[in-house]
């Protein structure tokens, strides 16, 4: 049974980047498989990945990345940038393209030199580099928020309640988003997941400002 139906975003900051996800799958159609699957997976302490699509397919590509990312720190004695580690991504989406992995992914992450950066990769391999993006079933939801919201000087603090409005919003209007969302900021300080404390105080500051 493939697991699959979401909503995934990213956001470029200027200290650096925000990634967020619901935690709902669905399987044949509409059914709730699960309720708190993690879609946001770390791979490096500056390097995280949204998954959309099957999980199977995306846990397996995460198990890749992680592998390769590992390799590349033993061989070179830094971490891997995140351009090539969206290249790798790419690479093996596109081996893949004649049996494709079903799933839609964003690294992000922030290098040193470069700041931060938001790639997306789809299910044939096609590379894009992003400001802002969005992925899965509620993704069209999503975008309404980012588009009217994001600015390229946002800081992570700014665009944490704009990342839970948006995977809110598609909660409430998309039917393979739902249940509750996870948000991780990836800065210079490295790669940390909110505390539910934490989400719980977004959730009540967008509510007490938008409806």
Do not use: W
Not at 55 to 79: C, F, H, I, T, W
Request: aromatic share 8%; net charge neutral.
């Amino acid at each position: 049974m493939i697991h699959h139906g979401t909503t995934t975003l990213g956001m470029v900051c200027t200290d650096g980047i925000v990634l967020a996800a619901d935690t709902r799958a669905i399987a044949g159609g509409y059914y709730i498989a699960h309720k708190s699957v993690r879609k946001i997976e770390k791979i490096t302490d500056y390097i995280g990945v949204t998954i959309a699509g099957g999980v199977a397919d995306a846990q397996s590509v995460v198990d890749s990345l992680r592998y390769y990312a590992n390799m590349y720190r033993l061989e070179k004695g830094k971490p891997i940038p995140v351009k090539a580690m969206a290249r790798i991504t790419s690479n093996i989406f596109f081996s893949a393209r004649f049996y494709p992995y079903y799933a839609d992914i964003l690294v992000g992450g922030i290098d040193e030199d470069e700041g931060g950066s938001v790639y997306n990769i789809d299910l044939l391999g096609s590379l894009n580099k992003e400001m802002y993006h969005s992925t899965g079933s509620g993704s069209p939801v999503a975008f309404g928020i980012l588009e009217s919201e994001y600015r390229k000087d946002l800081t992570t603090d700014e665009a944490i309640p704009i990342a839970a409005r948006a995977i809110n919003a598609a909660i409430q209007r998309n039917a393979g988003t739902g249940d509750g969302f996870n948000i991780t900021v990836i800065s210079k300080s490295g790669y940390r997941e909110l505390t539910k404390e934490e989400k719980e105080a977004v959730l009540k500051k967008i509510h007490g400002t938008r409806s």
